[in-house]
């Protein structure tokens, strides 16, 4: 939504770089992460998702990694372009649970020119 | 724009009155949630519909406030006697059965 990003981590890139993005998930008996996009004024996007018996999926220029040993996703953006400028947020899931979502804290992702 | 549209996007009202909001999901999706996003942070679940069927109510959800999906397609989330503390983005949300959630643009809620 508007002023997503207030009081959020932010991540200063310069456009072209690589961006990592972290997040510390909080249940071990999740099954199904994703991460997701949200700019000003709008609801989040999904970008990319993965199962926990993966521990690595790609996409168009994103690739998420699932280290299930210290409960922690990363998001990797390669070539960050203006358009990535947004806050991310890795949201977890758990079938058991209904399929709702529990969302981390989120990141506000700045892109130089 | 993912298939999910909500009515309306922005809405004002003065404390203690109701307001309800109306969420399309993509029609094939069986499931549909509702989620409540405050600045800052990530959306927080509030509850959620199978088909008609709500399954599910977050502890967030006060008894102010009341979801239906009368035919399994489109939902309606409404607040009464709202509060300042109600102020929020509220957000709709679809899936099929078990899947990816795709999200509508929202609605800003803003009590005076």
């Known amino acids: 939504g508007e002023n997503v990003g207030l009081h959020l981590p932010t991540l200063s890139v310069q456009e072209g770089d690589n961006s990592i993005i972290n997040c510390a998930y909080s249940?071990?008996?999740?099954?199904?992460f994703i991460w997701y996009k949200q700019e000003s004024g709008k609801g989040p996007q999904f970008i990319i998702d993965?199962?926990?018996?993966?521990d690595k999926r790609q996409g168009q220029r994103v690739t998420v990694l699932l280290n299930k040993t210290v409960k922690h996703l990363s998001l990797q953006i390669a070539a960050t372009q203006p358009g990535d400028s947004a806050v991310y947020f890795c949201?977890?899931?758990?079938?058991?649970?209904?399929?709702?979502?529990?969302f981390g804290g989120g990141t506000r992702v700045l892109v130089k020119p | 724009d993912t298939g999910v549209s909500q009515d309306p996007r922005h809405k004002i009202t003065k404390r203690g009155q109701n307001v309800t909001f109306r969420c399309d999901p993509i029609s094939e999706h069986n499931r549909l949630y509702w989620y409540r996003q405050t600045l800052g942070q990530g959306p927080e679940f509030l509850t959620y519909?199978?088909?008609?069927?709500?399954?599910?109510k977050s502890r967030l959800l006060s008894d102010r406030f009341s979801a239906e999906r009368p035919k399994g397609s489109f939902s309606t989330l409404e607040i009464q006697r709202t509060e300042q503390g109600d102020s929020a983005m509220y957000l709709c949300?679809?899936?099929?059965?078990?899947?990816?959630?795709?999200f509508g643009p929202g609605t800003r809620l803003t009590v005076l």
């Open positions: 949300a679809s899936s099929p059965q078990t899947d990816t959630q795709y």
């Open positions: 519909f199978q088909n008609e069927a709500q399954l599910e």
């Open positions: 949201a977890e899931n758990m079938a058991a649970a209904g399929n709702k979502l529990t």
């Open positions: 249940n071990s008996a999740s099954d199904y």
């Open positions: 993965i199962r926990s018996n993966m």
